[in-house]
């Protein structure tokens, strides 16, 4: 097969297609969206008919990818970190019902927190449900282990987690293909997984923990003898455990400074604890080398004691943000070579609103509205909107986690504060502010709603959202709000005295009013602009 050269996201979906998926579920979300946006421009799964559109939110996400596995498919499901606790319900409980088909949850994190609100790491969640995790240390462990989850899966009838990280999801590297497996088809009805795994009521609940349960000296010894896991040998009194893309930083100190120490390459969880073993009885001390929370490193404290352990918890390595080269050296006590200064032209720039972008003139009539009362603070949710937050615009105060922009204002507003205003796009309205919009019809709060609706989810790359296509009218009435009270604006500078006047009416309205503030998204109107 021909070589590729491919994002790390790429070879994952590469992966997928060629381990003979039906559908890939998804939700867009920084660094995870190039999996799902590779499908989809695929000709080989345009061609085999794999279902590769956007789903409302990461459980829906989910819940789709588990309804194909029962169906006897092979399917992939993607996610961004956080995405995982929104899907985190239907995650944990289909470690107990198991799955027909293979069914592989790829995750993608973001240490250093490049475009999220946290660093959270998902090899906790893959512990929590008790099942296998995979974190490949490149482009090609990417793609082989992609069709190896698959198998997995389907051996052990349990969901596997691929773990990926920003810099590997988005670095390129040559990747050589195999040969693809064909579709799984439809098996026949009485082959279908039973009721007494997928009903989990607490009689069959109990027996299906049991059974995860009874599986785990099964998934451990898989990961003993993992071709992801290896050992590198060396002669030095330190050694080190490395976990996905820190083993290649950790080589690289390893050359670059001509050492013997040990390695311990680990891509497959369950620690493979046999292999940890032998690198502690040769070492007088071992470096934890992890991307993200000191997950492993914390295991071994318990095994091995303190003494012996150095990582994040000890200081050795810092606490929070992304590992690299230079920060592996200095942890085994070596001093890399000076860095070339910055390039000016890559020197870190603040993030602001595109030139043009109709959320500048949303803002703009906004905070004019709210100079004039006490309480002038504003309720904001996740996006590029959120860049209101930074000057010259000031006018967000909060962006806690998708949807709580509307929920948070019910609560403000059942506090005493008013106004009490959200703002939120119309991607993340649909994801997780409908069900606290309802919450607002049924308590007849007082909240003014505005979505910044662009028709399109601007902060991944223009991916279509559930509300594409001027669908948030009937949404919003039918969730029951007055119809008095759905007004639409457009935020361009000539409207602005008449916005104005609109949000100033609706935040004096003492119950629950939804401004749109509708206006295409400036990329998306000069993309499809040059594809006319």
Same mark, same amino acid.
């Given at each position: 097969?021909?070589?590729?050269?491919? #994002?790390?996201?790429?070879?994952?979906?590469?992966?997928?297609?060629?381990?003979?998926?039906?559908?890939?579920?998804?939700?867009?979300?920084?660094?995870?969206?190039?999996?799902?946006?590779?499908?989809? *421009?695929?000709? +080989?799964?345009?061609?085999?008919?794999?279902?590769?559109?956007?789903?409302?939110?990461?459980?829906?996400?989910?819940?789709? +990818?588990?309804?194909? !596995?029962?169906?006897?498919?092979?399917?992939?499901?993607?996610?961004? *970190?956080?995405?995982?606790?929104?899907?985190?319900?239907?995650?944990?409980?289909?470690?107990?019902?198991?799955?027909?088909?293979?069914?592989?949850?790829?995750?993608?994190?973001?240490?250093?927190?490049?475009?999220?609100?946290?660093?959270?790491?998902?090899?906790?969640?893959?512990?929590?449900?008790?099942?296998?995790?995979?974190?490949?240390?490149?482009?090609?462990?990417?793609?082989?282990?992609?069709?190896?989850?698959?198998?997995? !899966?389907?051996?052990?009838?349990?969901?596997?987690?691929?773990?990926?990280?920003?810099?590997?999801?988005?670095?390129?590297?040559?990747?050589?293909?195999?040969?693809?497996?064909?579709?799984?088809? #439809?098996?026949?009805?009485?082959?279908?997984?039973?009721?007494?795994?997928?009903?989990?009521?607490?009689?069959?609940?109990?027996?299906?923990?049991?059974?995860?349960?009874?599986?785990?000296?099964?998934?451990?010894?898989?990961?003993?003898?993992?071709?992801?896991?290896?050992?590198?040998?060396?002669?030095?009194?330190?050694?080190?455990?490395?976990?996905?893309?820190?083993?290649?930083?950790?080589?690289?100190?390893?050359?670059?400074?001509?050492?013997?120490?040990?390695?311990?390459?680990?891509?497959?969880?369950?620690?493979?604890?046999?292999? =940890?073993?032998?690198?502690?009885?040769?070492?007088?001390?071992?470096?934890? =080398?992890?991307?993200?929370?000191?997950?492993?490193?914390?295991?071994?404290?318990?095994?091995?004691?303190?003494?012996?352990?150095?990582?994040?918890?000890?200081?050795?390595?810092?606490?929070?943000?992304?590992?690299?080269?230079?920060?592996?050296?200095? =942890?085994?006590?070596?001093?890399?070579?000076?860095?070339?200064?910055?390039?000016?032209?890559?020197?870190?720039?603040?993030?602001?609103?595109?030139?043009?972008?109709?959320?500048?003139?949303?803002?703009?009539?906004?905070?004019?509205?709210?100079?004039?009362?006490? *309480?002038?603070?504003?309720?904001?949710?996740?996006?590029?909107?959120? #860049?209101?937050?930074?000057?010259?615009?000031?006018?967000?105060?909060?962006?806690?986690?998708?949807?709580? !922009?509307?929920?948070? +204002?019910?609560?403000?507003?059942?506090?005493?504060?008013?106004?009490?205003?959200?703002?939120?796009?119309?991607?993340?309205?649909?994801?997780?502010?409908?069900?606290?919009?309802?919450?607002?019809?049924?308590?007849? !709060?007082?909240?003014?709603?505005?979505?910044?609706?662009?028709?399109?989810?601007?902060?991944?790359?223009?991916?279509?959202?559930?509300?594409?296509?001027?669908?948030?009218?009937?949404?919003?009435?039918?969730?029951?709000?007055?119809?008095?009270?759905?007004?639409?604006?457009?935020?361009?500078?000539?409207?602005?005295?008449?916005?104005?006047?609109?949000?100033?009416?609706?935040?004096?309205?003492?119950?629950?009013?939804?401004?749109?503030?509708?206006?295409?998204?400036?990329?998306?109107?000069?993309?499809?602009?040059?594809?006319?």
């Amino acid at each position: 097969m021909e070589r590729q050269l491919l #994002l790390g996201a790429e070879a994952a979906a590469l992966g997928a297609i060629d381990a003979g998926i039906s559908g890939v579920y998804a939700y867009p979300g920084t660094p995870s969206t190039e999996i799902t946006e590779f499908i989809q *421009h695929s000709p +080989a799964a345009r061609n085999r008919g794999v279902r590769a559109a956007w789903s409302t939110n990461e459980k829906t996400a989910y819940e789709e +990818a588990l309804g194909m !596995s029962y169906a006897g498919k092979r399917v992939l499901v993607c996610m961004k *970190h956080v995405g995982l606790n929104v899907a985190a319900d239907a995650f944990i409980n289909s470690a107990l019902t198991g799955v027909g088909g293979g069914l592989v949850l790829a995750v993608a994190d973001d240490p250093s927190m490049h475009s999220s609100q946290n660093e959270q790491d998902s090899r906790v969640y893959g512990k929590f449900a008790m099942i296998p995790v995979i974190e490949p240390s490149n482009q090609q462990e990417l793609y082989d282990g992609v069709r190896h989850a698959f198998q997995l !899966s389907e051996s052990l009838s349990l969901p596997v987690m691929v773990r990926l990280t920003t810099r590997l999801a988005h670095s390129r590297a040559g990747v050589v293909p195999k040969e693809p497996e064909p579709e799984r088809t #439809l098996p026949a009805a009485d082959a279908l997984p039973s009721a007494e795994r997928f009903v989990l009521m607490p009689v069959n609940a109990r027996r299906q923990y049991a059974r995860l349960i009874g599986l785990q000296r099964d998934i451990e010894q898989l990961a003993e003898c993992s071709w992801l896991n290896r050992m590198v040998e060396g002669t030095a009194s330190t050694g080190v455990l490395a976990f996905g893309i820190a083993y290649n930083y950790v080589m690289e100190v390893r050359e670059a400074f001509d050492m013997d120490f040990p390695v311990l390459k680990t891509g497959q969880y369950p620690l493979p604890l046999g292999a =940890a073993q032998q690198l502690f009885n040769q070492c007088d001390s071992v470096l934890v =080398a992890e991307e993200g929370y000191p997950v492993i490193e914390e295991l071994l404290r318990g095994f091995f004691g303190n003494g012996q352990v150095l990582g994040r918890l000890d200081g050795t390595l810092a606490r929070t943000g992304e590992l690299n080269t230079d920060i592996i050296a200095r =942890a085994l006590g070596l001093e890399p070579a000076p860095a070339a200064p910055v390039p000016e032209i890559v020197v870190p720039r603040p993030p602001e609103l595109c030139r043009g972008c109709g959320h500048r003139d949303l803002y703009l009539a906004l905070n004019t509205v709210m100079a004039g009362h006490p *309480h002038d603070h504003v309720f904001s949710d996740i996006g590029c909107y959120t #860049l209101g937050a930074l000057a010259p615009f000031s006018a967000i105060h909060t962006c806690v986690d998708m949807g709580a !922009s509307v929920t948070m +204002a019910i609560g403000a507003a059942e506090a005493g504060l008013r106004p009490a205003v959200a703002v939120i796009g119309d991607s993340t309205f649909t994801h997780s502010g409908m069900t606290g919009l309802l919450d607002a019809v049924n308590r007849r !709060s007082s909240v003014t709603i505005i979505i910044t609706d662009n028709d399109t989810t601007a902060m991944t790359g223009g991916q279509n959202s559930a509300a594409t296509g001027s669908r948030l009218e009937a949404i919003c009435l039918g969730l029951g709000v007055d119809p008095l009270h759905l007004r639409t604006i457009v935020p361009l500078k000539p409207r602005l005295q008449e916005n104005i006047a609109v949000i100033s009416e609706e935040i004096a309205y003492e119950g629950v009013s939804v401004i749109l503030a509708r206006r295409e998204c400036v990329e998306r109107a000069a993309k499809r602009n040059r594809n006319t």
